[in-house]
């Protein structure tokens, strides 16, 4: 998870710095290459991309064929890196504080929610007491509120109305959950900013669409006076606002030059092939991540001991040189002969440590080969392990460590010793 969260910031910010060199206003044209809210929304979107893959079970849907294994001994999972034990708790107060910040933003939506409205002589138009600026509320109260003071002219209320056509109220809440889910992430947080100036530069064009050039000046200066509510305010803008050459109020420039000039800003390039460079590379370094963290073992290695209830009987390969009849020692143990524990031998002959994952349900796959003293039985035991079954597991292991023994049993040594030379033939 705190992979997936590295890789959606890491490339939000590329997202960002590319989309703020696009569109920057350098050829004299000014806001000629903004693009509209559709072109932002999508730029968000890819820069959840690369996060998205990261997370999507790939070895759910990968099956490999059924064998069987000889002996077995199950291992801890590997420890890993100092960081990696640390996880958990990042992960948990990275999860708080986004918490905290998406508590923040629900409880402000809901005193917009509890504004004490009055009806108005305008279907869905409300005024209010309170000092804010017009604004639409989305659901469940989907209503335009118009401050006390303010004059509700019929340009204002199509501006409204515009939010209101596209939704913007509910998008602009869900966007600003994502943006506390990410704890204020700068690079989606400049993509955010720039899909609400596009919705304005949207709205504005459908309350400016029948107004006369005398009309468009009133509304800009409508617009002008709910952006520069007193003097001496270091926030607001200038008084007089002569130039308006801050770059914090580019965003109101742009719409005042739109207003006065009745034309929409035309792209001064296409956005279609950096949009689709940017969907592209997404994916390329969400499955590119996903694959290096799957060969690494980079994953969940918290749990103990895994718990197999299915384990299938065992199969030596038919043919395994270079055993050596004189190197393996001799262990008595109890072998079981017709359903009896009799006292005999046994001979462990080799090891074969591997590394593999195992899903939700328990079933195991993508067995890798650590180490091994002798490579005829490597095939063998990738080819037994997803024969076996967990427990159910309460999330997806990776990286999970198995110790195989290969060896063979009997009532006498002198048929281990044929046994082995069988091998060696």
Same mark, same amino acid.
């Given at each position: 998870m705190i992979e997936a969260l590295g890789l959606v910031?890491?490339?939000?910010?590329?997202?960002?710095?590319?989309a703020w060199y696009l569109q920057r206003d350098n050829d004299g044209a000014f806001g000629s290459r903004f693009p509209g809210p559709g072109v932002w929304g999508m730029l968000i979107w890819a820069s959840l991309v690369p996060g998205l893959i990261y997370l999507i079970p790939f070895g759910e849907y990968i099956t490999l064929p059924n064998m069987q294994v000889f002996e077995v001994e199950a291992l801890r999972p590997e420890m890993?890196?100092?960081?990696?034990?640390?996880?958990p708790s990042l992960l948990t107060i990275y999860l708080g504080g986004a918490g905290i910040l998406m508590?923040?933003?629900?409880?402000?939506?809901?005193?917009?929610?509890?504004?004490?409205?009055?009806?108005?002589?305008?279907?869905?138009?409300?005024?209010t007491t309170e000092t804010l600026p017009p604004l639409t509320l989305s659901w469940p109260k989907r209503a335009i509120v118009i401050p006390d003071g303010i004059q509700p002219v019929p340009a204002l209320i199509r501006h409204e109305r515009a939010h209101l056509q596209h939704n913007d109220g509910e998008l602009t809440l869900l966007l600003l959950l994502l943006h506390d889910a990410l704890l204020r992430n700068p690079g989606i947080g400049?993509?955010?900013?720039?899909?609400?100036?596009?919705?304005?530069?949207?709205?504005?064009?459908?309350?400016?669409?029948?107004?006369?050039?005398?009309?468009?000046?009133?509304?800009a200066r409508l617009l002008l006076d709910g952006h520069r509510p007193a003097c001496g305010d270091e926030l607001s803008l200038?008084?007089?606002?002569?130039?308006?050459?801050?770059?914090?109020h580019r965003d109101v420039k742009l719409r005042l030059t739109q207003i006065v000039a009745n034309r929409p800003p035309r792209l001064g390039r296409n956005w279609r092939p950096p949009l689709l460079c940017a969907f592209v590379s997404a994916g390329?370094?969400?499955? !590119?991540?996903? &694959?290096?963290?799957?060969?690494?073992?980079?994953?969940?290695? #918290? $749990?103990?001991?895994?718990?197999?209830?299915?384990?299938?009987s065992p199969v030596l390969p038919t043919r395994c040189p270079d055993l050596g009849i004189g190197q393996f020692m001799l262990e008595k143990a109890f072998i079981t002969v017709n359903g009896q524990r009799v006292p005999g031998y046994k001979v462990r002959l080799g090891t074969v440590i591997l590394r593999h994952d195992v899903r939700r349900n328990g079933t195991v796959h993508n067995p890798?080969?650590?180490?091994?003293?002798?490579?005829?039985?490597?095939?063998? !035991?990738?080819? &037994?392990?997803?024969?076996?079954?967990?427990?159910?597991?309460? #999330? $997806?292991?990776?990286?999970?460590?198995?110790?195989?023994?290969?060896g063979i049993s009997g009532e006498d040594p002198d048929e281990l010793k044929e046994q082995i030379a069988n091998l060696n033939r």
């Open positions: 910031h890491f490339w939000s910010l590329i997202i960002a710095g590319g890993g890196s100092q960081t990696a034990v640390w996880l508590l923040r933003t629900v409880w402000q939506w809901l005193q917009l929610q509890r504004l004490p409205l009055q009806p108005t002589t305008q279907a869905g138009v409300y005024s400049y993509l955010i900013k720039q899909w609400r100036l596009a919705i304005e530069l949207r709205a504005d064009q459908a309350a400016i669409r029948l107004l006369s050039e005398p009309e468009r000046k009133d509304y200038p008084c007089p606002t002569a130039r308006l050459g801050n770059p914090h390329i370094l969400g499955l !590119a991540s996903a &694959a290096t963290s799957a060969e690494t073992g980079i994953g969940d290695r #918290r $749990s103990a001991i895994v718990d197999y209830v299915t384990q299938t890798r080969i650590l180490d091994s003293t002798n490579r005829c039985f490597e095939a063998e !035991a990738a080819n &037994a392990l997803v024969q076996w079954k967990a427990e159910p597991q309460p #999330r $997806s292991l990776q990286g999970v460590v198995m110790k195989m023994h290969f």
